[in-house]
């Protein structure tokens, strides 16, 4: 669903201006030439409060009121009912206005016309819009508008009151803080947010979820981990979405190191949550900062057998001239939950007593389209998995191959070590 029609099916409609009276027959031409020429004017009706209705009618509805209409919601002014700002809330959540799907420009065209009595200036209509473009429904503007003095004085012209709008949703109150998630969902998932989604995380950052929980929602969500992508990938990913904005030549090249050279990703992404430039997000939403997500690096025993594995592999293929392998986060992930299953599972039984696994199957990896002999094994320390491997024909030719760019370790924990280590070749 894009983002405008998150605006417009967002705004359920308290008071339902197509259901008190109005038919197709209702429909005229004879709206003020001045408003339908685009340069309306406030002096085109009467100043009273039957004037003020049929503003509404003609400029948010694009038609002349029908008579119940007429009469409903004059006698509401008049005894004071309703406010300006409840006609302003009845006439754009309408069901009928809403069938109009106006793109974004056009709502906030209708709200100045509406409320202000005049057409948007460029700085007023590059703000606004940027509201609805991140999913806020057209009442966030409605709400800065009502509270303006222009709307004031154009309410005074008519005898009524100004009244207030109370926004519903949490993403209507803070166009900084429902940016924040929007990013989110355009640079980490890839798409626009949906209307639930946006809203739910919206009132959660209102709730006192910081900064850095909800960044790990959305980059380490099952949602993403979907997208295979590539470390370098990862860390433009991490610019957009964290930063704010593209990634410099230096900085991308030196991240992407970090992970190739075995750092988690969880452990390259603390690295730019905390940063000045998301500290200074954070504050500008009203967001806590707050604390550090957990990596693997803190558990520091498996992270040694993890790095000293790869270290190994590519010692034996700059032993033979060739160039190392880059860790990867996807593949390590496969390792880890393949090494699991090796506990219980097995393909075959080598010779020496060791086992074997090597299918592929459900690992939904299309990036790594091209992938090598998994290897598997129960040896307790990298010597001898090393060891395992590299008397092994077939396992050493993968480990030799000039085919492949990446390597994954995983590495399962029993019985007090750090054992059935699980390599993926892609």
């Known amino acids: 669903m894009n983002v405008r029609k998150i605006a417009a099916a967002a705004a359920a409609a308290l008071l339902l201006v197509s259901n008190i009276g109005y038919t ?17 004017t406030a002096s085109s009706y009467s100043k009273n409060t039957e004037g003020f209705v049929t503003r509404m009618y003609n400029i948010v509805l694009g038609r002349n009121p029908d008579s119940a209409g007429l009469k409903s919601w004059t006698t509401k002014l008049n005894t004071k009912k309703a406010t300006a700002s409840d006609i302003i809330y009845g006439f754009f959540c309408s069901s009928e ?14 709200c100045y016309n509406a409320m202000l009595g005049r057409n948007p200036d460029s700085k007023g209509m590059t703000s606004w819009t940027q509201r609805l473009n991140v999913g806020m429904t057209v009442m966030a503007v409605c709400k800065g508008f009502v509270g303006s003095n222009e709307f004031k004085g154009l309410c005074s012209t008519y005898g009524i009151s100004p009244g207030n ?35 739910t995380w919206c009132q959660r950052l209102k709730s006192g979820y910081t900064g850095t929980q909800t960044a790990k929602g959305f980059i380490f969500s099952k949602e993403y981990m979907n997208i295979v992508t590539s470390n370098s990938a990862f860390v433009e990913m991490l610019y957009k979405t964290i930063l704010g904005r593209e990634p410099d030549k230096n900085g991308l090249a030196s991240w992407t190191s970090k992970l190739e050279k075995g750092s988690s990703r969880e452990n390259v992404t603390n ?12 504050s500008t939403a009203g967001i806590q900062l707050g604390a550090k997500i957990s990596t693997p690096e803190e558990n520091t025993p498996y992270m040694n057998f993890r790095n000293e594995i790869l270290t190994r592999v590519n010692n034996e293929r700059a032993a033979n001239g060739l160039k190392p392998l880059s860790m990867n986060f996807e593949l390590n992930k496969a390792g880890d939950v393949r090494a699991k299953e090796i506990v219980t599972r097995f393909a075959h039984t080598r010779p020496d007593g060791t086992f074997c696994f090597t299918a592929l199957d459900g690992l939904n990896l299309p990036y790594y389209s091209y992938m090598g002999e998994n290897i598997a094994s129960g040896f307790p320390d990298p010597s001898s998995v090393m060891t395992g491997w590299m008397n092994s024909p077939t396992h050493r030719e993968n480990i030799l191959s000039t085919n492949y760019k990446y390597v994954g370790i995983g590495v399962v924990y029993s019985g007090g070590k750090y054992h059935w280590t699980q390599i993926f070749i892609g």
């Not at 949703?169 to 798409?191: I, S």
């Not at 905390?274 to 997000?281: A, D, I, L, P, R």
């Open 271 to 282: 690295g730019f949550l905390f940063s000045n430039e998301f500290k200074g997000q954070c």
């Open 97 to 110: 206005y809403q069938k109009k799907k106006k793109t974004n420009e056009q709502m906030v065209t209708d």
């Open 24 to 40: 197709s027959s209702s429909y005229s031409s004879n709206i003020p030439t001045s408003y339908a020429a685009g340069s309306f």
């Open 165 to 199: 709008i109370t926004l519903k949703y949490a993403r209507d109150e803070n166009y900084e803080r429902t940016y924040f998630v929007y990013r989110l969902y355009k640079n980490c998932l890839l798409r626009d947010p949906d209307v639930n989604g946006l809203e």
